[in-house]
């Protein structure tokens, strides 16, 4: 036993040693790989470039992008060719795309979608797309084309409802135009083997919708169901900001080879309420006298997205005061509009001259705004020709005084 440890400790240096040679070469081995590399290699492909689709089914794919080179690539990408009969586009799963950047020895995807313009007018056939690239510097172009075949709709009729199914508890969600709205939808597929499904939704004009994985926050465009199970999906809704009060409706759709599903969702906005309040040439300021009304103009304006209705006007001022509005409320305030309102402060007729503050409030409905006004009493006239007549008697006295004192 004593002497197998000079022995162990002579092993481990050598031990050391071989783990450095190893790491050397293994470094040289990447560093001459690297050389082998050239300076500049960057190619396109699509991942199918050849389908065949039912009539009135739509086109989504990614388009890769492979850099073998050593430098980092900049590369613009754009639709050259589309037949009229559908849209396209290239995008991410928030923006739509019109150039890819894309890092020394890495690969990057983008996704290409197209759908009929009318999915009534597409008739069966041979539609040709073509994708074209090129660095920013044109020194390397790619192109790639997909083909699609369209095929008799009846074959497509006969897939839906086979085997996958869509529902959800709460289809139809309300709230404000600002707000998220995010529906639980099941995904239940009864087909023997195992499925990718696409999800594709269609919504109001601007809004953004988009899928996610129960749970998670990442964004997906399809999902992988094995056989006679379900997952749920999370369709999130972001409404247009200059979208108005009312009813909305999202057709949700999702699709594998062998059968198809729908869902209808709705969304309620009720607009947002939102107040603004002021004087038409922005002074808060005003003057007056004891017992004396002054006006001021005040608009309001409803900057928010629902009519706003049952708009009052409060006031807080000092007692004995008065403020009055002319009109007392406002019935209702559609979107952008604005009305007049007059107020009237009267002071106390014991106010004391000064500044003081009067404080008036618009509410309205979910929403209100608060004017504070500085208003100046100011001394009344009529105690200025006493102060006068108070000047002259007491000269007069003092004149009689002296002259009554000069005879003495």
């Keep these: 036993m004593l002497g197998k440890k000079p022995f162990l400790r002579s092993l481990f240096p050598c031990a050391l040693l071989v783990v450095f040679l190893l790491l050397l070469w293994s470094g040289g081995i990447q560093a ?8 500049r290699l960057i190619t396109m492909a699509v991942e199918y470039p050849g389908i065949e689709i039912p009539a009135g089914k739509d086109v989504s794919m990614d388009i890769i992008f492979h850099n073998k080179g050593r430098s980092d690539e900049t590369v613009d990408v754009w ?11 290239i995008k991410t799963y928030r923006f739509t795309v019109t150039g890819v950047h894309v890092p020394s020895g890495s690969n990057k995807s983008i996704t290409f979608e197209a759908k009929p313009v009318d999915e009534e007018k597409i008739q069966p056939g041979d539609y040709e797309f073509r994708i074209a690239a090129q660095t920013r510097d044109g020194e390397f172009k790619m192109a790639e084309t997909i083909k699609v075949k369209v095929t008799e709709k009846e074959k497509e009729e006969t897939k839906k409802s086979k085997g996958l199914t869509l529902s959800t508890t709460y289809p139809v969600l309300r709230g404000p135009t600002d707000g998220t709205f995010e529906f639980s939808v099941e995904v239940d597929s009864d087909l023997d083997k195992d499925a990718v499904v696409d999800l594709f939704a269609e919504g109001p004009k601007d809004w953004t919708i988009n899928f996610k994985p129960a749970y998670e926050s990442k964004y997906i465009s399809s999902l992988q169901i094995k056989a006679n199970q379900s997952k749920t ?5 972001k409404p247009s900001f200059l979208a108005q009060a009312g009813e909305y409706p999202i057709k949700m759709r999702a699709s594998t080879e062998d059968a198809e599903a729908e869902i209808d969702l709705t969304v309620i906005l009720t607009g947002t309420y939102k107040l603004e309040a ?3 040439n922005g002074l808060l300021s005003l003057q007056t006298k004891p017992g004396k009304p002054a006006n001021i103009s005040v608009y309001v304006k409803n900057t928010g997205s629902a009519v706003n209705h049952n708009i009052k006007f409060l006031s807080f001022k000092p007692e004995n005061w008065k403020v009055e509005f002319k009109p007392e409320k406002i019935e209702a305030l559609k979107p952008g509009e604005l009305k007049q309102v007059e107020v009237t402060i009267t002071p106390d007729e014991d106010a004391l001259i000064g500044d003081y503050s009067v404080s008036v409030e618009v509410q309205g409905e979910k929403s209100s705004k608060t004017l504070e006004f500085r208003t100046t009493v100011k001394a009344s006239a009529a105690w200025g020709w006493i102060g006068v007549a108070i000047i002259v008697g007491v000269t007069g006295g003092l004149t009689g005084l002296f002259r009554k004192l000069g005879r003495r």
């Design 278 to 280: 002021g004087t038409p």
């Design 233 to 237: 999906v999370s369709v999130e809704v």
């Design 32 to 39: 001459a790989e690297e050389e082998q590399k050239p300076e």
């Design 79 to 89: 639709i050259a060719e589309k037949p009229k009969e559908w849209e396209a586009k």
